[in-house]
């Protein structure tokens, strides 16, 4: 499925859900009071060392992989 695909589907999606009103309806207040609960519960995700310099690599050799397909005019998944 093309990225143009996915978006069409993924946006009618979302449109659906706020005819519904089943989509989340975030204020800056509420979305901050939502991040803070893990943390405040202890079952936020705690990084060690090796895996934020894991995640990092992971993060910047993708973005490397799309800016050198963007360069070349090809497709780049992943």
């Known amino acids: 499925m093309s990225a143009e695909d996915r978006k ?3 946006s009618k999606g979302g449109r659906t859900a706020h ?3 089943t989509a989340n ?3 800056p207040e509420s979305a ?7 943390h405040e519960n202890g079952t936020a995700h705690k990084w060690t060392s090796e895996e934020a310099r ?6 910047g ?3 490397r992989r799309r800016r050198a397909a963007a360069a070349t005019g090809g497709s780049a998944t992943s």
């Open 32 to 38: 901050s009071v939502a991040g803070r609960r893990p």
């Open 61 to 63: 050799s993708a973005l």
């Open 8 to 10: 069409r589907l993924g």
């Open 54 to 59: 894991d995640a990092g690599r992971k993060g």
């Open 25 to 27: 309806k975030f204020t």
């Open 19 to 21: 005819e519904r009103g």
